[in-house]
């Protein structure tokens, strides 16, 4: 009903990388002196950042263009659209009858009931791609992913920005390692994060009054953007009248086939359903939904969530797929850590970005990959081969016996495989070794 590409080209992942990038060559103008230069001033137009931005998503929108899928055969009809029945949709004052349907509807930003908010202009990941005027004091609702990506970009572009998480530390679905050294980070550029901040309510004058351990604390602002997760759109086109079934977190309930539990002719796919509100999930349910849709009865497919990779495009990313040192805690999954700094890492050391780790989580005693988490420079590119690797059913022993070319980034994770290979060497086979080269020695 609105336009095609829908979050991810006209208000998510695309813009958000574009001016995630745009902050990062700045951030670079400002590190001139690490790579040789004198200091090299730059005035910020922010303005032109955001129009860049703009030249963006025109340069990507052709991929979902209503003329791309109509070349491809399928007809595209733009209006609001409406459940009738299970086999019956209402758009434009036409009726479509079909045998199956499909609901992937999205979600939108999750707006908080706090007092005063909706008295000031609030921004969210929607609107936030308006502002032309870079603001002087923002504050950040939320140390999630989308406000930690954004709220370092402000920061960087030259606003004064303050992040207020009510949890006890920024994304906090990461282990307390990953947390520390992105929350160091910003603390390094100068963004106030306020952990165990709980909003309370916000002034006309532009105030967030905040609860910190039984004391208000006031932060003022000139923008505030509320960056607290997503909301399932499940409301205004006739869920309601089908008693199509929503989850206690507001999701469209789906089966292991990807269809409602009502009816198995209604498919739903992507943020509407979760449970991982990613494009590249959404995706892979797009895969099977139309396989389900297109053959059931004869043919059908479970939908496989068991790797899933995920990133936080801070700087240094966040990149992560499987099990973390929290989950494998709380479900009580026997786990070995291994763990190897970036610093070390000849092409970090080049680049001038040697910071980082990359953990990897395996059995005791085994190579399989239960799960990796990396901290670093293009940390989202280099988890690839855990993923893979995940995927496939191969170790850290095949994964060391590969050949990387040196000197990249991607030795990272040749370097951790070798670390968990010392220590997993078996200790008799060391200890034969010892007396067999002695012997040899020896003669």
Not at 405 to 419: D, F, H, M, Q, V
Request: hydrophobic share 40%; with cysteine.
């Amino acid at each position: 009903k609105n336009k095609m590409g829908g979050d991810c080209l006209n208000t998510g992942c695309v813009p958000s990388k574009a001016l995630i990038r745009s902050a990062q060559i700045l951030n670079y103008f400002k590190r001139a002196k690490e790579f040789g230069f004198d200091e090299l001033p730059v005035k910020v137009d922010f303005s032109k950042v955001m129009e860049r931005v703009q030249k963006v998503i025109q340069q990507v929108a052709p991929h979902d263009s209503v003329e791309r899928y109509s070349s491809l055969g399928v007809e595209c009809i733009q209006g609001e659209a409406k459940l009738l029945s299970p086999y019956e949709i209402e758009v434009n004052g036409r009726v479509l009858t079909t045998k199956n349907i499909v609901i992937a509807t999205g979600a939108s930003p999750l707006i908080p009931s706090i007092p005063g908010l909706a008295d000031v202009s609030y921004l969210t990941s929607d609107n936030v791609w308006n502002l032309r005027e870079l603001p002087n004091r923002l504050v950040v609702i939320g140390g999630g992913s989308i406000g930690c990506e954004l709220a370092q970009s402000f920061a960087r572009f030259g606003s004064s920005v303050s992040i207020v998480e009510m949890g006890p530390r920024i994304m906090i679905r990461e282990d307390e390692d990953v947390s520390t050294f992105i929350s160091d980070t910003f603390k390094r550029e100068s963004i106030s994060v306020l952990t165990s901040h709980k909003a309370l309510r916000v002034t006309s004058e532009k105030i967030l009054i905040c609860d910190f351990q039984g004391s208000e604390v006031a932060i003022p602002f000139d923008e505030i953007l509320v960056a607290l997760g997503r909301k399932a759109n499940v409301k205004g086109f006739g869920l309601e009248n089908l008693n199509i079934e929503i989850s206690p977190t507001g999701m469209i309930v789906a089966d292991e086939f990807l269809r409602t539990t009502n009816y198995p002719n209604i498919y739903v796919c992507g943020d509407v359903t979760g449970p991982y509100q990613f494009t590249h999930t959404a995706s892979h349910q797009a895969w099977y939904v139309a396989v389900n849709s297109l053959f059931s009865p004869f043919k059908k497919y479970k939908v496989d969530y068991r790797v899933i990779p995920w990133c936080t495009f801070t700087d240094p990313e966040v990149a992560r797929v499987g099990l973390n040192e929290i989950e494998a805690n709380s479900k009580k999954v026997p786990h070995q850590v291994t763990k190897y700094g970036i610093e070390d890492l000849d092409r970090a050391i080049t680049e001038g970005e040697a910071h980082g780790f990359v953990k990897v989580l395996t059995p005791p005693g085994s190579d399989k990959v239960l799960g990796a988490t990396i901290v670093g420079y293009h940390a989202g590119d280099i988890i690839a081969e855990y993923v893979a690797a995940m995927k496939h059913g191969f170790g850290l022993n095949k994964l060391l016996g590969t050949i990387h070319i040196y000197p990249t980034l991607a030795e990272a994770n040749k370097s951790a495989a070798g670390i968990w290979k010392k220590a997993n060497i078996p200790k008799k086979a060391l200890a034969f070794l010892f007396r067999f080269h002695a012997w040899r020695r020896s003669n």
